[in-house]
């Protein structure tokens, strides 16, 4: 989401002095803010200033919207000009940031607990680019990070023991990326749909695809599914959740689809 003034986001309306301790009286906008749901109603917000000054800042908010913690600089002691970021939630209330080098070369984690506390920073994957990163939580097996550059769309998954659980190279989408075209990730018990802007190899035409796998990282499909055009916003993140039994939504083009757990794809019933 995009913030253009404070009035318009009531939750940081409220904490109107931890943005100007942090922007001083005239924050940059727009502001970029990412959330994600925490257990017991909380909240864990991302604000992010423009593209050539960042700044981020990590808030997490208590269910009444109270303020439970923040990290001003939550990237401190790591590489300086991070410039790709994503928020996400972790095992038992936790929270992580995703992040990618300046150069793009290497995807990482840095996890707090829900109290704040830092647990561990985490190389995920060589990157081979970064033009885009999507990060999730995939409750019972993980943290999941996607990297798309130019080499392609590579994803990884750092496990409740902080190892990689799709060996240390990851697993590349098996479709050439439309270039700066994010993934969509969409966990469901024991499998995880990965959406993205892309084509089929031996084609030129660039629609939207998905593809699902297991816990280990193997293709759960023989091939990867057409899902639909590609948007006309190639850049633009495709909205994709879980409707449980292995069931995902996916929001793309103006309409919505439904792709069951064997890869079916059918538009949404009203």
Not at 219 to 227: F, I, L, N
Not at 234 to 243: E, F, N
Request: charged share 20%.
């Amino acid at each position: 989401m995009m913030l253009r003034r404070l009035a318009d986001d009531v939750r940081l309306l409220r904490h109107k002095e931890t943005l100007t301790t942090q922007y001083g009286d005239k924050p940059p906008w727009p502001l970029e803010v990412q959330t994600v749901k925490l257990p017991a109603g909380r909240e864990a917000l991302l604000i992010l200033g423009p593209p050539e000054a960042r700044e981020p800042l990590v808030l997490v908010l208590e269910a009444d919207g109270g303020r439970a913690w923040t990290k001003e600089m939550p990237l401190v002691g790591v590489f300086p000009g991070v410039h790709e970021m994503a928020i996400l939630s972790a095992a038992e209330g936790g929270v992580a940031l995703a992040f990618c080098d300046p150069e793009g070369k290497l995807a990482a984690l840095r996890h707090w607990d829900a109290d704040g506390g830092i647990v561990a920073d985490y190389e995920v994957v060589d990157a081979g680019g970064c033009a885009a990163l999507s990060a999730a939580h995939w409750p019972g097996h993980g943290m999941v990070l996607a990297v798309a550059g130019e080499e392609g769309a590579r994803t990884q998954i750092i496990d409740r023991q902080g190892g990689r659980a799709w060996g240390r190279a990851g697993v590349f989408l098996p479709w050439q990326s439309m270039t700066g075209a994010p993934v969509s990730i969409a966990p469901d018990g024991d499998g995880l749909v990965l959406l993205q802007v892309g084509a089929l190899h031996g084609t030129s035409s660039s629609v939207l695809l998905a593809m699902r796998y297991d816990g280990r990282g193997s293709a759960a499909w023989g091939a990867p599914h057409r899902v639909g055009p590609a948007p006309a916003q190639k850049a633009a993140r495709v909205v994709a959740t879980s409707a449980g039994g292995g069931v995902v939504r996916v929001q793309t083009g103006g309409r919505s689809v439904v792709i069951s757990a064997d890869g079916n794809v059918s538009p949404l019933a009203r």
